[in-house]
């Protein structure tokens, strides 16, 4: 049946059932890596039986009545909601941009290109057009955009953003009109809230990590105290071992295998620890063996499969579904 499906493959199956019209209309919705993401699994989710399809949409059911808003006040629901489900600063970042309406066409229409095509595109703009629009991106598509812009670049780049303060909406208007054009709001709004010092340490956690030290290098030789301040909020692979033990059961449900046992090479005994506590005995004495009996990897493999897994640590952050501290911090 439906047991043992990561979310992101429930998703699939559930878009499947509601046919292609209804499905066409919530992707809409959706980011582009959403998009591809969900995509990928309506592809691959293998064959599909009518009783796992009505898990599957019973269980979907069963949670929407839990969480429906009829009956009450609409913006109040959405703000409430988000604030309980990703904290009040990012919440009110999210408020913000929902505030600027459809005011950020060409932006969207942006992210839909590839990678390299975005940075071929921004690359000779102004660097504080190019901080902007870095900002505006999902974390990681912009660390993969970052890779494709000049070395030389980069760490003014990260300085630009983490000094942000906000964007007025006509300058927002004005950035739109410039990105639609080579492919509208109030003045009276308020900026709004993109850039600082945590979209920095968001996108710098899904760069390549030789790239990663360059940029804080350089930004430690120009504003050390900033540095610092970046460094702190970086989450890196290690700091999973933070997460309490439910959230930690939740990440290993949506993490393969394959992934994990490239992950774990050379990683602290903390780390393993928590890990394999919060597996069943057999599957952790397996995996044990397993890392014992691998050959070497490739750093830049066990690198590519820790980010893959602090990238799924932070979609279900992000959907309240564990709880994430950082070197040190408790989780309350």
Not at 38 to 46: D, E, F, P, Q, R
Not at 155 to 164: E, P, S
Not at 184 to 192: E, L
Request: charged share 25%; proline share 2%.
């Amino acid at each position: 049946m439906a047991e043992g499906l990561s979310y992101s493959e429930r998703s699939a199956i559930l878009l499947l059932a509601v046919g292609m019209d209804r499905a066409a209309l919530v992707l809409k919705h959706m980011t582009p890596r959403e998009v591809q993401i969900l995509g990928t699994n309506m592809a691959t989710v293998g064959d599909i039986s009518i009783g796992m399809m009505d898990e599957v949409v019973e269980e979907f059911i069963t949670a929407v009545k839990s969480q429906t808003a009829l009956g009450m006040d609409t913006d109040d629901y959405i703000r409430n909601v988000l604030v309980s489900a990703l904290g009040a600063d990012k919440a009110n970042s999210i408020l913000d941009r929902i505030l600027q309406g459809g005011s950020t066409k060409g932006i969207e229409q942006l992210k839909w290109l590839d990678t390299r095509s975005i940075a071929d595109m921004i690359r000779l703009e102004h660097p504080q057009i190019v901080a902007t629009i870095l900002s505006l991106m999902e974390s990681e598509q912009a660390a993969e955009v970052v890779m494709f812009l000049p070395e030389a670049m980069r760490a003014d780049l990260f300085m630009r953003i983490a000094t942000m303060k906000g964007v007025q909406p006509s300058a927002l208007r004005e950035l739109d009109q410039i990105m639609e054009q080579q492919l509208t709001g109030s003045d009276n709004v308020k900026s709004t809230n993109i850039g600082g010092i945590d979209a920095v340490a968001n996108i710098l956690n899904f760069m390549d990590g030789g790239a990663t030290d360059l940029v804080m290098n350089e930004i430690t030789e120009h504003r050390a105290e900033l540095a610092q301040e970046i460094q702190e909020k970086m989450f890196t692979f290690e700091d999973l071992s933070t997460i309490d033990e439910r959230g930690m059961q939740t990440l290993l449900r949506e993490v393969s295998t394959s992934q994990l046992l490239l992950a774990l090479r050379g990683v602290g005994d903390d780390l393993k620890s928590k890990i394999f506590n919060n597996m069943s005995k057999r599957a952790a004495e397996m995996l044990r063996d397993d890392l014992e009996a691998s050959p070497p990897a490739k750093l830049s493999e066990v690198e590519l499969a820790q980010k893959d897994i602090l990238a799924i640590a932070k979609k279900l952050a992000d959907a309240g579904e564990i709880m994430l501290g950082t070197g040190g911090d408790e989780l309350v």
